[in-house]
C-alpha cells in the first residue's frame, strides 16, 4: 500500500471507529465471499462490516482514543463497526459464528471499554432494546398501580370505619 493510501485508510478506520457507538473485531479466515455478504445482511442497516489491516486499525485506534490488546489484532482481522443496537449486531455476529465456525469473534469495544469474546457473547444473549423498554414501562406502570391502589384503600376503610362506628353507636343507643 502506497504511504497515501494508508493515511486515507488511518483516517477512514478512525471516523469509523469514533461514528461507531460499539466496534466488534472477528476473525473471517476461510469464509467465501458470498458468506461474508450473508454476514453483512444478518448484521442488519446499523452495522458496517469492514476487512482491516491489523496495523492500520491499531493506529486509527489509538488515534480515536481507543487501545486494543495486542492478541485481538492477530491474522486476519475485520471489523463490524455498530452505529445502532449494539445487542442487534452482536446477535447478527453469534449466531453467524454459530452457523459458520470460521467466524471467530475476538473480542471489540464499546464506549470505549475493552470487551472479551466472552463478554460479546454475554451481550448477544440480551433481550432487545425494545424488549427491555417494555419491561421498564410494565414494571414503572405495575408500581403507580400499586400506589394508586394504596391510596385508594386508606379512604374506602376510613368509610367502613365510620360505617361501623355509627352502627355500634345504633345499637347502644337502641338497647
Avoid: C, H, W
Wanted: proline residues 2%; charged residues 25%.
Amino acid at each position: 500500500m502506497a504511504r497515501a493510501d494508508k493515511a486515507t485508510a488511518v483516517a477512514e478506520l478512525k471516523s469509523e471507529f469514533e461514528g461507531s457507538s460499539a466496534a466488534v473485531l472477528t476473525e473471517y479466515r476461510g469464509l467465501t465471499v458470498a458468506q461474508l455478504k450473508q454476514l453483512r445482511v444478518a448484521l442488519g442497516e446499523n452495522a458496517k462490516f469492514a476487512v482491516a489491516k491489523n496495523t492500520l486499525t491499531k493506529i486509527a485506534a489509538n488515534e480515536a482514543g481507543l487501545s486494543f490488546p495486542d492478541d485481538l489484532l492477530t491474522g486476519p482481522t475485520a471489523i463490524a463497526f455498530v452505529n445502532g443496537d449494539v445487542v442487534e449486531a452482536a446477535k447478527g455476529l453469534r449466531d453467524f459464528a454459530k452457523a459458520n465456525p470460521l467466524l471467530v469473534i475476538k473480542g471489540g469495544v464499546l464506549d470505549g471499554k475493552t470487551l472479551d469474546a466472552t463478554e460479546i457473547t454475554k451481550l448477544a444473549d440480551l433481550e432487545s432494546r425494545e424488549v427491555l423498554l417494555a419491561k421498564l414501562a410494565g414494571a414503572l406502570k405495575a408500581k403507580q398501580s400499586a400506589a394508586a391502589a394504596v391510596f385508594a384503600a386508606l379512604p374506602t376503610q376510613m368509610a367502613q370505619l365510620a360505617d361501623a362506628l355509627r352502627v355500634k353507636r345504633n345499637e347502644e343507643a337502641g338497647e
